[in-house]
T-cell receptor, first 109, second 115 residues
Framework: QKEVEQDPGPLSVPEGAIVSLNCTYS??????FMWYRQYSRKGPELLMY????GNKEDGRFTAQVDKSSKYISLFIRDSQPSDSATYLC?????????FGAGTTVTVRA | DTEVTQTPKHLVMGMTNKKSLKCEQH?????MYWYKQKAKKPPELMFV???????INESVPSRFSPECPNSSLLNLHLHALQPEDSALYLC??????????????FGNGTRLTVT
């Protein structure tokens, strides 16, 4: 079993829709939770990071962490074609950062 | 543009060549990382430097040799690579290595092709 599970998609939504992405994990030592966005031929770009359970909002992005269920989510409201990218969840313990497989999202105009 | 700068952006090398990848950050971060990313896969950790000392080597073959000359610079020396080593090589940095030193900031990578 992988430490971090993420559905690779692909996911295709119409412009303006809400995009919902999620990851589950098995390692209770993970303390920091991150979402990265990666465009083709670019490096991962940090979107959101959080330490505690609950919600964190930044513009059109909302990250949720439920440590009791070992489940994290990212919601993108009012999605735009420019949001088309691969979204990677990532989790960190004292040792290293572990990534999910990444979900490829296409927002259709 | 990212705050982690990697050069070159693209590199083609033969299996007998020696080349180096370079990474620079000026955010005052004390941890720096090398990752390898194959197409449609997540990044895989190769090396971690913390306060300019190698702290993690994820059983990477010796044909990859990292070097951290100072707190802002990270190099990856390449020698006798194989075609399967072709990938996007990503550098990252963070304030510190442990969980409290999160998060990691990535460069845009060097796309390496081994012929």
């Amino acid at each position: 079993q992988k430490e971090v599970e993420q559905d690779p998609g692909p996911l295709s939504v119409p412009e303006g829709a809400i995009v919902s992405l999620n990851c589950t994990y098995s390692n209770s030592a993970f303390q920091y939770f991150m979402w990265y966005r990666q465009y083709s031929r670019k490096g991962p770009e940090l979107l959101m990071y959080t330490y505690s359970s609950g919600n964190k909002e930044d513009g059109r992005f909302t990250a949720q962490v439920d440590k009791s269920s070992k489940y994290i989510s990212l919601f993108i409201r009012d999605s735009q074609p420019s949001d088309s990218a691969t979204y990677l969840c990532a989790m960190k313990d004292d040792y290293k950062l572990s990534f999910g497989a990444g979900t490829t999202v296409t927002v259709r105009a | 543009d990212t705050e982690v700068t990697q050069t070159p952006k693209h590199l083609v090398m033969g299996m007998t060549n020696k080349k180096s990848l370079k990474c620079e950050q000026h955010m005052g971060h004390r941890a720096m990382y090398w990752y390898k990313q194959k197409a449609k896969k997540p990044p895989e950790l190769m090396f971690v430097y913390s306060y300019e000392k190698l702290s993690i080597n994820e059983s990477v073959p010796s044909r990859f040799s990292p070097e951290c000359p100072n707190s802002s610079l990270l190099n990856l020396h390449l020698h006798a690579l194989q075609p399967e080593d072709s990938a996007l090589y990503l550098c990252a940095s963070s304030p510190g290595q442990g969980a409290t030193g999160s998060p990691l900031h990535f460069g845009n990578g060097t796309r390496l092709t081994v012929t």
